[in-house]
């Protein structure tokens, strides 16, 4: 089996004109958030191994808070490719993850993250089914499963939603 939970950014400062998107930083209320979904994040099984994230402050620093409260073995991957990704770049993204990884973390943006979540989820845990009509709303979370053993066997309609975290709650 393999996991996937496609997280969202934590709450950032809007976009300013002058300002690069890619240097909005987060926001107070987006680092509390931040914490609270690392708190989820570390409690559920299994744990992330790797965590991926964009090249963006905001979701570089999203990444890092999650890191704080996951085991010291977690290794973190930051990658200009995942910024602004589509769900076609997000998938061929995931099918070059290494192997030997069981579970991993996808820090990114909107509409991407949703999209690939809706592409790949084929089937429910209870009580998952109205999930994919949410707002993927800044610090969400979803966790998919696969009953696969590499990652090169991700694709469409492959995964099970198994959890959904909702910041706003």
Known sequence: MKYLYIIRHAKAEPFIEGIEDNDRKLLNKGIQRASNLASWLSNKSPIIQELHFSSSIRTSHTANIIAGILPETLKKFEDSTLYGATEEVLLNYL???????????????????????????????????????????????????????????????????????????
């Open 95 to 169: 099918s070059f993850i290494d192997d030997k990884t069981d579970t991993i973390g996808i820090v990114g943006h909107q509409p991407g993250l949703k999209n690939l979540a809706i592409s790949l989820i084929i089937n429910f845990s209870e009580g998952m089914d109205k999930v994919l009509n949410k707002n993927f709303s800044t610090s969400n979370a979803i966790s998919i499963g696969f009953n696969i053993k590499r990652w090169d066997q991700i694709s469409y309609r492959t995964g099970i939603l198994i959890d959904y975290y909702d910041s706003k709650k």
